[in-house]
């Protein structure tokens, strides 16, 4: 098999799509538009208390005055927020007892992306609440899960059964006003998950939560609110796919994590939805707002592994309230072919000594452009704050680009912040190497990337870093003929 | 085993290789000498298949079978192994990952299952122990941060975990020092047998202290322009290349 760099670049683009099927399932749909009427509607629809509706309609009326941001280094045609449809849902019964109750069609869809129920409940230790064009299907484990007190379900359901959670916490690290998305979403997210910890619990299992686009042109608004109460810990994945249509998908998503005093959340994901065509045609948006609040020695740890969407604008932040808490941000980003991604996190140091650590992996291939963009601020109030950043880009081929965009802000002395940042490129050289021991370029590429990613796959949950491998190599190796 | 017949090659229309016939048999030990620059790395990269040179005339087999329209991964599935003289870096794929993924790799064009890890273990354990190598080396990332001589012993190390059919070994005693260059030679003279065979690429006449050559050859301008048994390798100690590239030119 020849080898150049023309032919690498070429194999990287052959790869298509693996998971691109549509699931012909009947939707309740709304109408495309947003305007007040159709935000009541939603909160009907999932017949939500008033305060609720209310919360939406406050965020809908600032998002009204809001404009889309332009700072980020991507470049695409924005939506056109009334050509939208807010809502939909499986219109056959939404709820199910059983997996036999569920729509056969459905669970092949599992099936294909291969994540089936059954699967999963195999899986020893892992629950599994599954978004399926915004309404949960199936929820499993609950009981065990219900044993220890700890609470799982959809933010649905969550607003029904335990309002005073909700509504204590909802919006309190994301603020309905926080970004243009973010009051978006609240103004009109579908559904999502919810999970409290009780006090002092660790939860015994890795909870996990698959989303899914489903339906064409509908935006899919995700809430998501985890809150491990004082000394408890809990890790939760969440994995995404969706099938390829033609159009630009939005996805606008909200992740908010409280961990109270001494309690750890460790929050993984691992995103592979549609990026569009080798030509860049299609491919969802994925503008997501994600944050977590660490009061005192609490710790919350982020990791993510990006393969997916055309364009991604994400960066999930720790804001270290507490003394001694502590905040880490690990991040694979691939993009191929036409795929745009600024993506990053910010580390906001309030408290004294909290530690914050960043380790940032892009791997770009194809014409993408792949951008870090972080941001270390350290209070005046934070005496003795920590910060230690290190950001690396893998280039394949000559059209692509990586770029770097580190803020640093102090306004305490006794603050320790180090940044490292390195690019490299895939080499002939590296690849003969691998070759003449016998590794074809195909898996020579794989091994070399997995290398460069590893102290990120490291950092999560063992059946998870085996898909995020898998995905690795998906989205970046092609068939060598 | 090896049959190289008139072979001229060329790096983007530059001609380096000029002619060169060469046979090498089971069992033997070839040297191949020369000034820089006279083509001695690039013979090896050739026979190895790397894409940049471009063969215009003459062939290359092993074992009867032509190698020019095989690609490097299947010559090394074949039994054909080099030791880089610049190892790659490879960061955060540790040597025995590295070295498992090879052999795996061509076990697998064999048709063979993968290596069962415990007889995997073993192996590396007797391996590494025949070049003295230090277990904790071995989960250290591939060559990054390694020392020259500990880039080499690596590579040697992977040749003896492949047990190649010919081995061709690029100024492997470079960037070595005594003691080092010492063990990497006795690590290669374990590995001789009567059913490999091996080339050693060098400069210097030193390492042929330690690996004793069955026929040295002497490259100039792309050719081989003298051969012998490996007094010719004192000999060229003894009075430099000039009085050969002298010989050439009459």
């Given at each position: 098999m020849a080898y150049t760099e023309e032919e690498l670049k070429k194999e990287l683009e052959t790869k298509e799509y693996e998971y691109g099927f549509y699931t012909d399932i009947e939707s309740d749909t709304f109408p495309k538009g947003l305007n007040e009427e159709i935000v009541v509607g939603i909160s009907k629809k999932k017949e939500e208390p008033e305060w609720m509706t209310e919360w939406r309609l406050e965020a809908f009326r600032v998002w009204k005055e809001m404009e889309e941001p332009e700072w980020a280094n991507v470049h695409y045609e924005k939506p056109n927020f009334q050509d939208i449809?807010?809502?939909?849902?499986?219109?056959?019964?939404?709820?199910?007892?059983?997996?036999?109750?569920?729509?056969?069609?459905?669970?092949?869809?599992?099936?294909?992306?291969?994540?089936?129920?059954?699967?999963?409940?195999?899986?020893?230790?892992?629950?599994?609440?599954?978004?399926?064009?915004?309404?949960s299907v199936a929820t499993t484990f609950k009981k065990t899960l219900a044993e220890k007190g700890i609470i799982f379900c959809s933010i649905s359901e969550a607003i029904q059964e335990h309002p005073e959670l909700v509504k204590k916490y909802i919006g309190t690290v994301v603020p309905q006003k926080d970004n243009f998305y973010a009051a978006l979403n609240s103004a009109v997210f579908s559904d999502g998950s919810f999970c409290y910890i009780p006090k002092g619990v660790r939860c015994p299992m890795e909870l996990s939560t698959y989303f899914r686009i489903n339906q064409a042109g509908t935006g899919q608004f995700e809430r998501t609110l985890v809150i491990a109460d004082e000394g408890s810990y809990v890790s939760y994945l969440e994995g995404c796919t969706a099938p390829s249509r033609d159009e630009n998908q939005l996805h606008a998503a909200v992740v908010e994590l409280i961990a109270?005093?001494?309690?750890?959340?460790?929050?993984?994901?691992?995103?592979?939805?549609?990026?569009?065509?080798?030509?860049?045609?299609?491919?969802?948006?994925?503008?997501?707002?994600?944050?977590?609040?660490?009061?005192?020695?609490?710790?919350?740890?982020?990791?993510?592994?990006?393969?997916?969407?055309?364009?991604?604008?994400?960066?999930?932040?720790?804001?270290?309230?507490?003394?001694?808490?502590?905040?880490?941000?690990?991040?694979?980003?691939?993009?191929?072919?036409?795929?745009?991604?600024?993506?990053?996190?910010?580390?906001?140091?309030?408290?004294?000594?909290?530690?914050?650590?960043?380790?940032?992996?892009?791997?770009?291939?194809?014409?993408?452009?792949?951008?870090?963009?972080?941001?270390?601020?350290?209070?005046?109030?934070?005496?003795?704050?920590?910060?230690?950043?290190?950001?690396?880009?893998?280039?394949?081929?000559?059209?692509?680009?990586?770029?770097?965009f580190p803020y640093i802000e102090t306004k305490n002395k006794s603050a320790q912040i180090e940044h490292e940042a390195t690019t490299s490129k895939i080499g002939e050289d590296q690849i003969f190497y691998c070759n003449q021991r016998g590794i074809d370029t195909e898996k020579a590429i794989a091994l070399i990337v997995n290398g460069f990613s590893k102290e990120v796959l490291n950092k999560l949950p063992m059946e998870f870093a085996v898909e995020a491998q898998k995905l690795l190599e998906i989205s970046l190796e092609g068939s060598v003929g | 085993m090896l049959e190289i017949k008139d072979l001229h090659a060329s790096i983007e229309d530059k001609k380096i290789l000029k002619g060169i016939n060469l046979e090498v048999n089971p069992g033997e030990v070839h040297a191949i000498m020369g000034p820089n620059g006279s083509g001695k790395s690039t013979l090896a990269s050739v026979i190895a298949g790397k894409e940049e040179f471009e063969i215009k005339k003459g062939s290359i087999s092993l074992d009867g079978e032509d190698l020019e329209e095989l690609a490097p991964e299947e010559r090394a599935h074949n039994g054909i192994f080099m030791s880089f003289q610049y190892p790659v870096e490879i960061p955060g794929v540790s040597v025995t990952n590295f070295i498992k993924t090879a052999i795996n790799e061509s076990r697998k064009a064999r048709g063979l299952e993968d290596m069962p890890a415990n007889e995997m273990l073993k192996l590396i354990r007797e391996k590494s122990e025949l070049l003295e190598i230090d277990r904790k080396f071995l989960s250290r990332s591939l060559n990054e941060g390694f020392s020259g001589g500990e880039k080499k012993r690596n590579e040697i190390f992977q040749m003896a975990m492949m047990e190649p059919k010919l081995a061709i070994l690029d100024e492997t005693d470079s960037g070595l020092d005594i003691d080092a260059l010492r063990i990497v030679a006795n690590g290669v003279n374990k590995l001789r047998s009567k059913d490999n065979a091996i080339i050693v690429i060098t400069h210097y006449q030193r390492l042929l202290e330690y690996i004793v050559p069955d026929y040295v050859h002497v490259l100039h301008d792309g050719k081989i322009v003298k051969s012998g048994s490996k007094e010719l390798a004192l000999e060229l100690e003894e009075k430099g290349y000039d009085w050969l590239k002298q010989e050439a030119v009459l």
């Open positions: 449809s807010y809502y939909s849902a499986p219109n056959k019964k939404p709820k199910y007892n059983s997996l036999d109750e569920v729509d056969p069609e459905l669970l092949e869809t599992f099936k294909k992306l291969g994540i089936s129920l059954d699967e999963q409940k195999k899986l020893a230790g892992v629950a599994v609440d599954i978004v399926m064009d915004s309404v109270l005093d001494d309690a750890e959340i460790k929050y993984s994901t691992v995103q592979n939805w549609f990026p569009g065509d080798k030509e860049g045609k299609g491919g969802v948006f994925n503008f997501v707002t994600k944050r977590g609040l660490c009061e005192k020695n609490a710790k919350i740890s982020w990791t993510q592994v990006e393969t997916g969407s055309a364009v991604t604008w994400k960066y999930p932040s720790c804001v270290l309230k507490g003394d001694n808490s502590i905040g880490e941000f690990y991040s694979i980003a691939v993009t191929n072919n036409f795929q745009q991604a600024d993506t990053g996190t910010k580390m906001i140091h309030l408290g004294k000594n909290t530690k914050s650590t960043i380790i940032s992996k892009g791997i770009s291939a194809g014409q993408s452009q792949n951008s870090y963009r972080g941001l270390v601020q350290v209070n005046s109030r934070a005496e003795n704050a920590r910060n230690f950043s290190q950001c690396d880009s893998l280039l394949m081929g000559n059209r692509c680009g990586a770029h770097t | -």
